[in-house]
Nanobody, 122 residues
């Protein structure tokens, strides 16, 4: 079992930055692939970014590439998402998730956090 708790969401203006964090406990975090997903009202959950267990491989959705950076600190069992140049269309609940392998599909992830709201005003 892996328990995941997100934090760092909030209300910001377009162009601002936020850093989300996801604290993990339970199963060995350093051997787990991690991902960020988001879900806006009335829309399906969508992939944002994923990172390999050592952090050497990262993948991003085209919509966030160049603006968001995923990273992890295995000594602190924490996953991060640095979000810069935020846009109103980035407004969503952001979830971190854990998986055994790199994937962009929500259905492949076994463990999920409760989510943190990010709202970007124009």
């Amino acid at each position: 079992q892996v328990q995941l708790v997100e934090s760092g969401g909030g209300l910001v203006q377009a162009g601002d930055s936020l850093r989300l964090a996801c604290a993990a406990s339970g199963r060995t975090f350093s051997n787990t692939v991690m991902g960020w997903f988001r879900q806006a009202p009335g829309k399906e959950r969508e992939f944002v970014a994923t990172i390999s267990w050592r952090g050497g491989s990262t993948y991003y959705a085209d919509s966030v590439k160049g603006r968001f950076t995923i990273s992890r600190d295995n000594t602190k069992n924490t996953l991060y998402l640095q979000m810069n140049s935020l846009k109103p269309e980035d407004t969503a609940v952001y979830y971190c998730a854990a998986n055994r392998g790199l994937s962009t599909q929500p259905g492949d992830y076994q463990y999920w956090g409760q989510g943190t709201q990010v709202t970007v005003s124009s």
